[in-house]
């Protein structure tokens, strides 16, 4: 049997004997002759005719799915399936904002504030009442503290505090409470200006 | 106009690929769809018509593309890939084994031709039974050869890349393996049959 040419071995795949055209057909008495060239597509179509196999079965699968979910669940996060209600986004955004503000300011409070003379501060500005507590520390503490002034410098706080009737103020109040709280509490001294201290 | 929308609606396998390395379910489960009964004929033909290796087989497979799925370059071909990744294991089981599985059996059987008195009445079943044999009876590469031409319908240029192989020597192959079907079935596929 002599080696296939290109073309004889496509036309046994694809053609029988009868359907060949007149020069396949040449080619084919060149190459192999009308009788083999038959019986090799026997063979051929013996090929694509064998037997069907068992096909796969369904658990196999399943079992595949599951491994392809488990390998890639970790390198994908699909963002764009998480769906939340407003109202939860933005309870979320404003947990993030107070958080911020915790971690930003609040360890400002926790910490003794620096003390430094603000005479012409006044306890009705907003800025100065969030702050009257640590005022009315100095000021219920700076009788036995105040020291000069240094030359050339006038302390006009420490000669306003000095007139203060200190007397007939309350106690200081604790720490931590609230400004609106010490402010009642300054607020017995009447008919003077309370000067305040801010850090 | 209708075949390009139908082209454009279809994704290829290339493109399945691509979607399975991006970690798209629904892609591999398409190409699982595509490629498991083609594979499992190949295999179960491959490993001696053993459906529970061919099941092992065909898992081990397709774990391929789920462990390491950016092996395959989406430049190339997807199924000539896909065959030769098949092929590989296959050879690994031929080494495992150590020799070539169900070679003998009907090749000695059939050593001295069946003579036609004793095939008179073939019925369909038992024909393809016997070419069932006789194509297992195939050396491997042989019949991986006939199998990927003839059963799969991929070219002489296609095998030669999943075998790694030269065309010339696929044809080489090729027409041996039609040479010795047609002497082992010559009692069954002649006129007379």
Redesign the interface.
């Known amino acids: ?1 002599e ?2 040419t ?1 073309n004889i ?1 496509a036309l ?2 694809t053609k029988d004997y009868e359907e060949l055209t007149k020069a396949e057909r040449d080619q084919v008495a060149q190459s192999c002759g009308q009788q083999e060239y038959e ?2 597509r ?3 179509l ?6 069907e ?5 369904p658990s ?2 399943a ?3 599951r ?3 488990q ?2 669940q970790r ?2 996060i699909p963002l764009h399936t998480i769906t939340l209600p407003f109202w939860q986004a933005a309870a979320i955004a404003a947990c993030m904002v107070l958080m911020g503000q915790f971690v930003r300011f609040g360890p400002v409070y926790a910490q003794t504030p620096a003390i430094v003379w603000e005479a012409n501060d006044s306890i009705w500005f907003k800025k100065v009442t969030q702050i009257v507590a640590d005022t009315a520390l100095a000021v219920f503490t700076a009788d036995d503290q105040l020291k000069a002034p240094k030359e050339g410098e006038t302390n006009i706080a420490a000669t306003a505090t000095a007139q203060l009737p200190t007397e007939k103020m309350l106690p200081q109040p604790v720490s931590d409470t609230p400004g609106w709280a010490r402010r009642s509490a300054l607020g017995t001294v009447e008919n003077t200006p309370l000067l305040l201290m801010m850090h | 106009m209708p075949d390009q929308k139908q082209s454009k609606a279809i994704p290829t396998d290339e493109q399945l690929m691509q979607r399975i390395q991006q970690g798209q379910e629904s892609a591999f489960n398409a190409l699982y769809d595509r490629y498991s009964q083609r594979m499992y004929r190949y295999f179960y033909r491959m490993l001696g018509q053993s459906a529970e290796m061919a099941h092992d087989f065909i898992q081990e497979l397709f774990l391929k593309i789920i462990e390491q799925p950016e092996a395959f370059d989406t430049g190339r071909r997807f199924s000539t890939w896909f065959y030769a990744v098949a092929g590989n294991l296959v050879k690994n089981e031929y080494r495992r084994k150590a020799k070539q599985p169900l070679q003998a059996s009907l090749h000695d059987a059939n050593h001295t031709p069946v003579s036609m008195a004793v095939l008179p009445d073939l019925d369909a079943e038992v024909r393809k039974t016997y070419i069932e044999k006789a194509v297992q009876s195939l050396r491997p590469h042989h019949r991986e050869c006939f199998l990927l031409r003839y059963q799969e319908g991929l070219t002489v240029q296609e095998i030669s890349e999943i075998m790694d192989c030269p065309p010339g020597t696929v044809k080489s192959r090729l027409h041996y393996s039609l040479k010795k079907l047609n002497e082992l079935l010559s009692c069954v596929l002649g006129p007379n049959a």
């Open positions: 049997m080696p296939l290109n071995e046994l795949a019986q090799l026997q063979v051929v013996s090929g694509q005719s064998l037997a196999v068992p096909t796969p079965p196999l699968k079992n595949l799915m491994a392809f979910r390998k890639h390198r994908n």
